[in-house]
C-alpha cells in the first residue's frame, strides 16, 4: 500500500509556490522507485479543498506538475479568507462572524488518512499548522512570503521575486522623473514590514524610502525635496510601503473586506503626496501603485531554487517523520525549525539593522 501525503498552499499567493509542490512531487517519486511507494495529493484553495462539501482533493500526478516551477501562482488555487480557526462567515445583515472548525477539519483530514500533510504558507498558514499538529496531525510548513516576515528563516522563496519586479518598476520611473523634474512616488506592498521597499529603493537608488516600521515626519521630506530641488537637481523617487505612516497618523486602508481578517491596505502614495503638498511642496508629483504585479509572474532562478529545495526538504522532514517542523533557509543550508519557533516572532525590519543603517549611509531618508 502506498503512503499518501496531501500539500496544499495558503495565505496569498508567492512565485515559487508551484516550484515547492513539484519538488516535493519529485522527491517522492524518486523515493517510491527506491523505496517505499508514495502518493501526494493536492487540497484545492488552502483547507476549503478537505472543508468543503464535496471535497476538491486531486492526485498530484507527473503529467500535472511537470514543468510547473516556472509558472507563478499556485496550481492548487490559494485563499487568505478560510482560516479554519477563525473561519468567516457572512451574516445575513452584510457582518462578517468568524467561527473555529479547526475540530471538524482534524476530524475530516484523520477520516482521509494521510501519511503527513505539508502546508505551504505565511505567518497565518505556520500558525495553522502549530494548531492542526497540537490536534495530533502529522504537520510539516513550508514558509512562503513576499513580504520576508518570517523570523525563523533567513530567506523566502517569492520576496526576490517581488523585489526584481519592484526594482524593473522604479528604474523606468527614475527616467521619466528625470525628464519632467517630477517627485516620484512608488507604492510597494508590505503591510507591516518594509523589506520590498528597502530593498526596492537600496536597489533603485531612491532619495527617501517610507516603511511601517518608522513612520516619517513630513515637514522633513517636504524639506529634503526642496533641498534637492535647490542644488538644481530637480526630481525626487521615493519608495513607500503599503503600510507606511506619518509620525502623527494613520495607516491608509482602501477598505475593509466582507471574510477578511485585514483591512485592505493600499493608496498610502496619494496620501503622501497630498501631506507633501499641504506641507509646501511646490514640485509636481505622481503616484504610481505596484500592487498585485508584485506577487505574479514568473519566480526569479534564486526563487525557483530556494523552493524547489524547500519541497525537497519538506519530504524529507515527512520521510524521517519529523512532524511539526517547518522548512528553513538558515546559515546558508536547508534545515527546519520547530513550528512553534517558526511562529514566535515577526520579523520587523530593525531601526539598528545593518540595512537601515547602511541605506542611511547611502543617503537615503525614511523621514525619521
Ligand atoms: O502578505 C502578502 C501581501 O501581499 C501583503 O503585502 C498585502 O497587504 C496583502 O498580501 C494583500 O492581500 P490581498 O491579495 O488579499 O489583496
Known amino acids: 500500500?502506498?503512503?499518501?501525503?496531501?500539500?496544499?498552499?495558503?495565505?496569498?499567493?508567492?512565485?515559487?509556490?508551484?516550484?515547492?509542490?513539484?519538488?516535493?512531487?519529485?522527491?517522492?517519486?524518486?523515493?517510491?522507485?527506491?523505496?517505499?511507494?508514495?502518493?501526494?495529493?493536492?487540497?484545492?484553495?488552502?483547507?476549503?479543498?478537505?472543508?468543503?462539501?464535496?471535497?476538491?482533493?486531486?492526485?498530484?500526478?507527473?503529467?500535472?506538475?511537470a514543468g510547473i516551477h516556472v509558472k507563478g501562482g499556485t496550481i492548487l488555487k490559494t485563499t487568505n479568507k478560510a482560516n479554519p480557526i477563525k473561519f468567516p462567515v457572512v451574516q445575513p445583515d452584510g457582518t462578517t462572524k468568524f467561527f473555529d472548525r479547526s475540530d471538524e477539519l482534524v476530524k475530516k483530514l484523520k477520516a482521509l488518512n494521510f501519511d503527513a500533510i505539508i502546508n505551504i504558507g505565511g505567518d497565518g498558514s505556520q500558525k495553522i499548522s502549530k494548531t492542526l499538529f497540537d490536534k495530533g496531525l502529522p504537520m510539516v510548513g513550508v514558509p512562503k512570503t513576499i513580504d520576508n516576515d518570517l523570523s525563523a528563516t533567513d530567506v523566502t522563496f517569492g520576496f526576490q521575486t517581488a523585489v526584481q519586479i519592484a526594482t524593473d518598476s522604479f528604474d523606468k520611473l527614475v527616467t521619466t522623473a528625470e525628464s519632467h523634474h517630477r517627485v516620484m512616488i512608488m507604492e510597494v506592498m508590505g503591510r507591516d514590514a518594509g523589506w520590498i521597499a528597502l530593498h526596492t529603493a537600496i536597489a533603485g537608488g531612491a532619495e527617501i524610502c517610507l516603511i511601517?516600521?518608522?513612520?516619517?515626519?513630513?515637514?522633513?521630506?517636504?524639506?529634503?525635496?526642496?533641498?534637492?530641488?535647490?542644488?538644481?537637481?530637480?526630481?525626487?523617487?521615493?519608495?513607500?510601503?503599503?503600510?507606511?505612516?506619518?509620525?502623527?497618523?494613520?495607516?491608509?486602508?482602501?477598505?475593509?473586506?466582507?471574510?477578511?481578517?485585514?483591512?485592505?491596505?493600499?493608496?498610502?502614495?496619494?496620501?503622501?503626496?497630498?501631506?507633501?503638498?499641504?506641507?509646501?511642496?511646490?514640485?509636481?508629483?505622481?503616484?504610481?501603485?505596484?500592487?498585485?504585479?508584485?506577487?505574479?509572474?514568473?519566480?526569479?532562478?534564486?526563487?525557483?531554487?530556494?523552493?524547489?529545495?524547500?519541497?525537497?526538504?519538506?519530504?524529507?522532514?515527512?520521510?524521517?517523520?519529523?512532524?511539526?517542523?517547518?522548512?528553513?533557509f538558515k546559515n546558508n543550508t536547508v534545515t527546519s525549525v520547530s513550528l512553534e519557533e517558526a511562529t514566535a516572532e515577526y520579523n520587523f525590519l530593525s531601526q539598528n539593522s545593518y540595512l537601515v543603517k547602511s541605506a542611511k549611509g547611502l543617503g537615503i531618508s525614511f523621514g525619521d
Not at 29 to 43: F, I, L, M, N
Open 1 to 65: 500500500m502506498s503512503k499518501k501525503i496531501l500539500v496544499l498552499t495558503g495565505g496569498g499567493d508567492a512565485p515559487g509556490l508551484n516550484a515547492v509542490i513539484r519538488g516535493v512531487c519529485k522527491r517522492a517519486r524518486k523515493e517510491s522507485t527506491q523505496g517505499e511507494p508514495w502518493e501526494v495529493y493536492g487540497s484545492i484553495e488552502a483547507f476549503n479543498g478537505v472543508l468543503n462539501e464535496p471535497q476538491e482533493i486531486i492526485k498530484l500526478t507527473t503529467r500535472k506538475t
Open 212 to 328: 511601517p516600521e518608522i513612520p516619517y515626519d513630513i515637514n522633513k521630506l517636504a524639506k529634503k525635496i526642496e533641498a534637492r530641488y535647490k542644488k538644481g537637481r530637480g526630481f525626487v523617487n521615493i519608495v513607500i510601503a503599503e503600510g507606511a505612516k506619518p509620525k502623527a497618523g494613520s495607516i491608509t486602508s482602501s477598505a475593509g473586506e466582507k471574510g477578511s481578517e485585514h483591512v485592505r491596505l493600499g493608496g498610502v502614495a496619494y496620501q503622501l503626496s497630498k501631506q507633501l503638498k499641504d506641507a509646501g511642496c511646490k514640485a509636481e508629483i505622481r503616484e504610481t501603485v505596484l500592487g498585485h504585479v508584485q506577487r505574479g509572474g514568473t519566480p526569479t532562478a534564486f526563487d525557483r531554487v530556494l523552493a524547489s529545495l524547500f519541497g525537497v526538504k519538506a519530504f524529507e522532514l515527512v520521510l524521517n517523520k519529523e512532524f511539526g517542523r517547518m522548512v528553513a
